[in-house]
């Protein structure tokens, strides 16, 4: 039970009435706290504690101060003796409650399969509700084990009727190829084909993942499986399925296997087309990128460049003022001489042809190995914009796959949609003199433009999840209730007026800047680069007092405390392991041996020691069973939740007095963590050298990490920022 240190959630919870006063002191005084805790404990919760350290400290102390005596007696109260049990019983009298019924039990299981069931909730979760469903009715149900034996049962009950049905919505041509799948998993739609990662961004990964999307597609599987039930369900199967072998899959029924293999593939269908968007982004991005740098490095062994241009011309305009009359010879050439401006010529030249340059190279690259991927990425990818702006792409993509059969490099202009799809820069490459259109640099265009739009979600694409239709992302009553959700906000649903006010509050602070520059010697302003405005960064904050001692003391007493004992004692105070659920049926592994493996996984994976080499420094344990939890229990929701109780643990224990109070901000910043290119996510980025990953964290003021997300180098800072603000799972309270 968490704290309910508020004062609201004491008072409704805690406060006990005249009647229960009366109740209470009816009985001995050594025992009438032990029985205030288990009355109001039953009341809230539909159950009695077995234990005080189950129980909220602040309701244990709120109860002591109404009956007048001190919190520690209820250390010598037995939760599980015989005066407790009697105390249970004169409860259930006092409170009205009567024995559960064959009707009541009828009820409450049809309650269950129907209303319980199909959200998939974990078992503790609806043991909770279950509980209370009694306790509303004043009945008073079987003990915690028979209760959690029958919703497990339930549980079971209606997942195989829910798969069963699956099935038998199947064709049988379906059926045959989701057992052919399985049975030779390591073909090219094989089972563990269908598993794999995507990796690396490449042509031959490409056509790949376009191989598998069609195998899928071809399938033709039943669309409203997935909204037939609760996610949670989808999201266990999904690490079920994904857990297991081929040679696990094959030991369930036929019925089961082609039900759970029907709901992964389903769910597997949006990650994989997610995974060909994003390589697609990847692919037109790598061919600009290494075609500009290749452009840039001839230009550079061409011509000298020549900096500060800018300066140049103010000085050129001031004299050019100062001495109106005076000649070119007298006037100009003192500041710029005839080798420099002639210099500045070519560059200027050199850049005027940079945009042509680049393309041709583009082009090159394109038609020579890179074309080969798009037949299949228009036959597995269904593109669409709700922006009218927009839709001659789509015609464009259309009017590509139309021509895909045939041979001819140039069509004529008429029927091609060109508005909005050839940059005006690229045009005369495209179109030549005749008025003919280019195929392949036709083509180029397109998915150029394509790339911008998917990455703003101008353009959507069917059957994907992170490039989904973004109306789908509002509220389902947006147009009805749009002006109540902009009130929400704060924000005007005029565009103009929004962007008016942003232009006048950036104007507002540049005329402040402008104003104190001259006083600030933080900032300075740039004379060349994309960043004009350059501030010192600010100097470290001092080290508070007394902490050396705290690091001294610290050593002293735990000296080369193994990190693993670190993170035993974390799981000890603060139960991070049980936010780890199985995504089998059941658990047969003792809780002992099981709390040890995961102990054992978590370290091996938080210290990039990896299972095996963990699994060789162990010696009862070996790496299929360490490999086995780790595919079972460990998971991102799971791991998520895991460092949110310990945020949370943290946050509670803190002194007040000393830490000071955690407040209402957090700050936000990126580490670079070096990665394989076989993760999509890696790239090499120039500000920090290497390919890589980042890892953005949300920190409190007192150093304690809320909330970190992995994300590209080159993604947008912002998004993180308010993703962490907006979905970190802590308790505590960041002013939004």
Request: proline share 4%.
């Amino acid at each position: 039970m968490q704290s309910e240190s508020s004062a609201a959630n004491l008072a409704t919870s805690w406060s006990l009435s005249f009647a229960d006063l009366d109740f209470i002191h009816g009985k001995a005084e050594a025992t009438r706290l032990g029985l205030a805790v288990q009355l109001k404990f039953f009341a809230a919760y539909g159950y009695f504690s077995l234990d005080h350290t189950a129980v909220s400290s602040d309701g244990i102390a709120y109860l002591a101060e109404q009956l007048g005596t001190h919190a520690a007696t209820l250390n010598d109260y037995e939760f599980s003796g015989r005066t407790a049990r009697r105390h249970a019983a004169e409860i259930l009298k006092y409170l009205g409650f009567r024995r559960l019924s064959r009707i009541d039990r009828e009820k409450m299981s049809a309650w269950i399969s129907r209303d319980l069931c199909p959200t998939g909730q974990p078992v503790p979760i609806m043991l909770g509700q279950v509980f209370l469903w009694y306790r509303d009715r004043h009945i008073f149900g079987p003990s915690r084990k028979e209760l959690e034996r029958l919703v497990r049962s339930l549980r079971q009950k209606y997942l195989d009727t829910w798969l069963t049905g699956i099935r038998n919505q199947l064709p049988e041509n379906t059926a045959a190829m989701l057992e052919a799948s399985i049975s030779d998993p390591d073909g090219p739609t094989g089972f563990n084909a269908m598993k794999g990662d995507a990796g690396y961004a490449s042509l031959d990964t490409v056509i790949s993942m376009a191989a598998k999307l069609d195998f899928i597609q071809k399938l033709d599987l039943p669309g409203d499986i997935l909204g037939s039930t609760g996610k949670t369900w989808i999201e266990q199967i999904v690490r079920r399925v994904g857990a297991e072998t081929a040679s696990e899959m094959r030991r369930h029924s036929p019925t089961r296997q082609l039900g759970l293999y029907t709901v992964y593939l389903l769910s597997r269908q949006a990650q994989l087309t997610d995974a060909m968007i994003d390589m697609l982004i990847e692919t037109i991005h790598k061919i600009g990128s290494r075609s500009k740098r290749k452009v840039i490095g001839d230009i550079a062994k061409d011509i000298e460049r020549v900096y500060g241009k800018e300066r140049l011309l103010v000085d050129i305009a001031s004299a050019s003022l100062d001495d109106p009359s005076g000649r070119i010879c007298d006037v100009i050439f003192p500041i710029a001489d005839s080798v420099k401006l002639t210099a500045i010529i070519k560059e200027s030249q050199a850049k005027g042809a940079l945009d042509r340059r680049i393309y041709k190279v583009m082009r090159a690259s394109w038609a020579s190995h890179y074309r080969r991927m798009l037949p299949g990425l228009l036959s597995v990818l269904q593109f669409q914009s709700n922006n009218t702006t927009w839709r001659p792409v789509l015609a464009a993509l259309e009017w590509i796959g139309s021509k895909m059969d045939e041979g001819c490099r140039y069509v004529p202009a008429y029927g091609v949609p060109t508005d909005a799809v050839i940059p005006v820069k690229w045009r005369s490459a495209v179109v030549d003199g005749e008025g003919r259109v280019n195929r392949i640099s036709y083509e180029l265009c397109v998915l150029t433009v394509l790339r911008e739009r998917l990455r703003s979600k101008e353009i959507w694409v069917v059957g994907a999840d992170r490039y989904r239709n973004p109306d789908d992302d509002l509220p389902k009553d947006f147009e009805h209730r749009r002006a109540a959700y902009y009130a929400d906000l704060k924000l005007t649903p005029d565009a103009k007026e929004f962007s008016a006010g942003i232009r006048a509050d950036l104007e507002r602070e540049l005329l402040l800047l402008n104003q104190t520059i001259l006083r600030n010697d933080k900032v300075r302003l740039l004379w060349r680069g994309e960043n004009r405005i350059s501030i010192t960064p600010f100097k470290p904050v001092a080290e508070p007092k007394g902490l050396e001692a705290i690091k001294r003391e610290i050593s002293g007493r735990w000296p080369m405390t193994s990190l693993l004992d670190v993170l035993k004692e974390a799981a000890l105070d603060t139960g991070l392991l049980d936010a780890f659920e199985t995504s089998a049926s059941r658990v047969s592994l003792p809780k002992a041996v099981l709390d040890r493996r995961l102990l054992l996984c978590l370290y091996a994976l938080g210290t990039n020691a990896g299972l095996k080499r963990v699994a060789g420094a162990v010696p009862d344990v070996s790496y299929e069973e360490l490999l086995h939890v780790h595919r079972r229990f460990i998971n991102a929701p799971a791991l998520r939740e895991a460092c949110a109780r310990v945020a949370n643990a943290t946050l509670t224990i803190r002194n007040v007095a000393v830490w000071g109070d955690a407040g209402t901000a957090c700050a936000s910043d990126s580490t670079k963590f070096g990665a394989w290119d076989r993760n999509l996510m890696t790239e090499w980025h120039a500000r920090y050298g290497g390919r890589s990953v980042m890892i953005y964290w949300h920190v409190e003021k007192r150093a304690t990490c809320v909330y970190s997300q992995l994300k590209r180098c080159s993604s947008s800072e912002v998004a993180s920022m308010i993703e962490g603000v907006l979905r970190h799972c802590t308790d505590m309270d960041i002013q939004r």
